[in-house]
């Protein structure tokens, strides 16, 4: 089963608005990950953090690993219909023996 | 640099069976990981393996099994196929077993 907690499970939103979204544990974590994945095919990775309180971008996508180590949020700016689709966190850590664990997913529905 | 490929994309099979997934990592990775994905369960981790052996391995049964080549290419095999086996199959490699990259999947429907 999920060990994250990822929230929330589903929105729908209107083109132009900002999203986000964010995954909690009662856990540490030493790795942060937010993945995209597309109906049919595999996550593609969109971001990655390893430190805590690291803040990172990737154009329209900022996210955080949280200072406790236990949680990690996902901004998206300005979502554009290509947005749809669902996203993963991920997260690292020695209780698990560094496997990683993923949250259940936040599915993007993107009105234009 | 090639990312992760695997084959076959699709697969159909019936109850009883047994089936051969193989994973190519990008080149220069030595882990590779297998994920189950199910729209009731999400993301399963099955198992690693790195540099030829099982470093890792999630709470599947026996009839799940893997292996990893020498050039770290991996195979992942499922026996005695059940209905319950339907679901899209990804492999992910990462250098080291830290951040992993996603093939697009092998989705396996067993009739």
């Known amino acids: 089963g999920q060990q994250l907690n990822q929230s929330p499970q589903s929105m729908f939103i209107q083109e132009g608005e900002d999203v986000s979204m964010n995954c909690t544990s009662s856990?540490?974590?030493?790795?942060w990950l937010w993945y995209k994945q597309d109906p049919g095919e595999g996550p593609v990775l969109l971001i990655a953090?390893?430190?805590?309180?690291e803040l990172t971008s990737n154009g329209r996508l900022t996210a955080q690993f949280g200072i406790t180590r236990k949680d990690s949020f996902l901004n998206i700016s300005a979502s554009i219909p290509s947005d749809v689709g669902i996203y993963f966190c991920a997260g690292s850590t020695m209780e698990y023996g560094n496997k990683l664990v993923f949250g259940a997913g936040t599915i993007l529905r993107v009105k234009s | 640099k090639a990312g992760v490929t695997q084959t076959p994309r699709y697969l159909i099979k019936t109850r009883g069976q047994q089936v051969t997934l193989s994973c190519s990592p990008i080149?220069?990775?030595?882990?590779v990981s297998w994920y189950q994905q199910t729209p009731g369960q999400g993301l399963q981790f099955l198992f690693e393996?790195?540099?030829?052996?099982?470093?890792n391995k999630g709470n599947f049964p026996g009839r799940f099994s893997g292996r990893q080549f020498s050039n770290s290419r991996s195979e992942m095999n499922v026996s005695t196929l059940e209905l319950g086996d339907s679901a899209l199959y990804l492999c992910?490699?990462?250098?080291?077993?830290?951040?992993?990259?996603f093939g697009p999947g092998t989705r396996l429907l067993v009739l």
């Open positions: 856990s540490i974590f030493n790795t």
């Open positions: 393996y790195f540099s030829e052996t099982q470093r």
């Open positions: 080149s220069g990775h030595r882990s």
């Open positions: 992910a490699s990462s250098l080291d077993g830290g951040t992993q990259y």
């Open positions: 953090l390893y430190k805590a309180g």
